[in-house]
T-cell receptor, first 112, second 111 residues
Framework: DTEVTQTPKHLVMGMTNKKSLKCEQHMGHRAMYWYKQKAKKPPELMFVYSYEKLSINESVPSRFSPECPNSSLLNLHLHALQPEDSALYLC???????????FGPGTRLTVL | AQSVTQLGSHVSVSEGALVLLRCNYSSSVPPYLFWYVQYPNQGLQLLLKYTTGATLVKGINGFEAEFKKSETSFHLTKPSAHMSDAAEYFCAVNLNTPLVFGKGTRLSVIA
């Protein structure tokens, strides 16, 4: 298995909803990442988990809450989002001591 | 600090013509360099990467890139463009840090 999977593919939510994005990989990678990508822009790093511990938080608002339950799974919990949070959310992973990140297909999030 | 500059936000080529997408990096030491491709509404797919060793790197879909330390460049080329190459291309760099992306170049291929 050489891929990163993300669910759901699309998500529409209201500003008062609570939802979660899920990312999974079975490549034995020990670093996992969340990115946010707006249209016609490069991905922006949000969070990095290394060996299931949060190692980087790029000053992301608390309405985004990451979780890494085990080495294969990464979640992003969403609460009280704003319309400007609408974007493509990408997950990536990289092997131990490795330099290459492998990306999932993304979740297209729309906040109404 | 590392940075990446992609020259040209939009490049348009004819089908069958040479593709050249430019990337220059800024780093105090030679970093690791990557090219990713993104098709509409999809994630990023790794095209190729340079870490150490041979400076001419071959990737998927007929693309290749050459690391030139003297020019701090890592330009992406393909001898003959195909319609399916139309996409957004990102150059990225890292050296013991998370990836730093360029702003991207949108490649259009004209029939």
């Amino acid at each position: 298995d050489t891929e990163v999977t993300q669910t759901p593919k699309h998500l529409v939510m209201g500003m008062t909803n609570k939802k979660s994005l899920k990312c999974e990989q079975h490549m034995g990678h020990r670093a996992m990442y969340w990115y946010k990508q707006k249209a016609k822009k490069p991905p922006e790093l949000m969070f990095v988990y290394s060996y299931e511990k949060l190692s980087i938080n790029e000053s992301v608002p608390s309405r985004f809450s990451p979780e890494c339950p085990n080495s294969s799974l990464l979640n992003l919990h969403l609460h009280a989002l704003q319309p400007e949070d609408s974007a493509l959310y990408l997950c990536a992973s990289s092997p131990p001591g490795g330099d290459t990140q492998y990306f999932g297909p993304g979740t297209r999030l729309t906040v109404l | 600090a590392q940075s990446v500059t992609q020259l040209g936000s939009h490049v348009s080529v004819s089908e069958g013509a040479l593709v050249l997408l430019r990337c220059n990096y800024s780093s105090s030491v030679p970093p690791y360099l990557f090219w990713y491709v993104q098709y509409p509404n999809q994630g990023l797919q790794l095209l190729l990467k340079y870490t150490t060793g041979a400076t001419l790197v071959k990737g998927i879909n007929g693309f290749e890139a050459e690391f030139k330390k003297s020019e701090t460049s890592f330009h992406l080329t393909k001898p003959s463009a195909h319609m399916s190459d139309a996409a957004e291309y990102f150059c990225a760099v890292n050296l013991n840090t998370p990836l730093v992306f360029g702003k991207g170049t949108r490649l259009s291929v004209i029939a």
